[in-house]
Structures are given as structure tokens and as C-alpha cells.
């Protein structure tokens, strides 16, 4: 695959990419539904990019409860912090589906002088908006009640109104911190009083004022 296509080498020269080529190893490997690309005190200094699939990064408390913090179903780039400081993993990550991932082997050794300049300023951006997508994710998780987590879900998701479901309603419920049958019922009310349409795969908000809180 054409590196480029990755946010932290999208600038990056010829000369730029093979020296990063020269520090490090790309291989592609897919994974079946199910299969895990890492486990709760793994250890590695592989970065990882999801190529075509969908994978849950979770964590299961003490419980038995699953609670899922990111959902990836486009490309992106994964495990970034863990590679470069060497850290276990604190989640599991398993495919939701049929995936295909990049591994950048011993991601570290990309930052060793010399270093592209133009990759480091791409990496700081990368990582300033994977910050930003967890603060978004924080302030959903954070609100009081189940119907403004949903609320806030809904607000940061839609597009010119529709949100199309790229989780499962089981796989929401986790993300959201709550169980499928809660879920459901809430959703259900939101849709009787006018609020939103619920679809198999998406959700239409129909009283915009409705949903805010």
C-alpha cells in the first residue's frame, strides 16, 4: 500500500520514506472476526494501522462488564503511545469483523536521528487530534443521565442529521457505559416522543431542540 495514505506520512518525500523504510518493517496481516491484535498486558513496540475492518478496544472490570472506548471502522492509526514508550497494553483490542492491519515494526526507531521533519510535525498533529477525540468521547461518557449520553453521541456523530450506526446496538450500550436493554428502552421513548427515527443501521434526529440538554 502506498504509505501515504497514513496521516503521519501524507507529507513525506521520497528520500523522506525511504529512510524511514530503512529504520523500520511494514507488514500486512489480516485477522478474522474475533481474533485479537493485542491483550490486556501485552507488551510491544509495534504501531498498528487498520487498513479495512472494524475493531472494539475495551476493557472487561472485575464484573464481567465490558466497557468499549473506541470503535475503529475507518483507517487510522492504533496503539501509538504504547509503541513508543514501551508500556502493556491496559485493553484488549478484538475485531468486530473481518480486518486488515499494518504493522509498523519497533515504531520507536522511526524518531532516531536523523528523523523527517515533516513526519514529526505530522505525528503532533495526529496526536493532537486523537486527543481531541478523546476529550469528545470523555464528555459523552461523563454526562449524568443515559438519555444526554445518547443526546451527546447523537450531536457529536450526525450528518446533516443522520447518524449511521457503525456499531452494533450491543457494542453502543458498552460504549456508552450502559446495557443493550437500557439502551433499547431509551431510545425507544426518544423515538415515541417524536425525537429522533431509529433504523437497523442509523439514527435520524428529527426534533434537534429536542435532543439538547
Do not use: W
Not at 510491544?44 to 479495512?52: A, P
Not at 469528545?136 to 443526546?151: C, D, E
Not at 446533516?160 to 452494533?168: E, F, P, Q, R, S
Not at 436493554?181 to 429536542?210: F, N, Q, T, V
Amino acid at each position: 500500500m502506498d504509505l501515504r495514505n497514513l496521516q503521519i506520512f501524507k507529507n513525506l518525500t521520497d528520500q523522506d520514506l525511504d529512510l524511514i523504510k530503512s529504520k523500520t518493517e511494514f507488514i500486512e496481516k489480516n485477522y478474522s472476526k474475533g481474533e485479537y491484535i493485542f491483550r490486556t498486558g501485552d507488551t510491544g513496540s509495534d504501531l498498528f494501522y487498520l487498513i479495512e475492518g472494524s475493531l472494539n478496544v475495551y476493557q472487561i472490570d472485575s464484573n464481567g462488564k465490558r466497557f468499549i472506548f473506541q470503535n475503529f471502522n475507518k483507517p487510522t492509526l492504533f496503539g501509538e503511545v504504547y509503541a513508543y514508550l514501551g508500556e502493556p497494553f491496559d485493553f484488549d483490542c478484538e475485531c468486530a469483523r473481518d480486518s486488515k492491519i499494518l504493522i509498523i515494526k519497533d515504531f520507536r526507531k522511526i524518531f532516531e536521528v536523523p528523523c523527517p521533519e515533516n513526519f514529526l510535525r505530522s505525528y503532533i498533529k495526529f496526536l493532537s487530534k486523537k486527543c481531541l477525540a478523546l476529550s469528545k468521547k470523555n464528555q459523552i461518557t461523563s454526562q449524568a443521565s443515559l438519555r444526554q449520553k445518547i443526546g451527546k453521541y447523537l450531536l457529536e456523530n450526525e450528518k446533516d442529521g443522520k447518524i449511521n450506526l457503525t456499531m452494533k446496538r450491543e457494542d453502543l450500550a458498552d460504549y456508552l457505559s450502559t446495557t443493550r436493554p437500557s439502551l433499547s428502552r431509551e431510545l425507544s421513548k426518544m423515538a415515541d416522543e417524536g425525537i429522533i427515527k431509529a433504523g437497523g443501521d442509523y439514527i435520524e434526529i428529527l426534533d434537534r431542540e429536542g435532543i439538547q440538554f
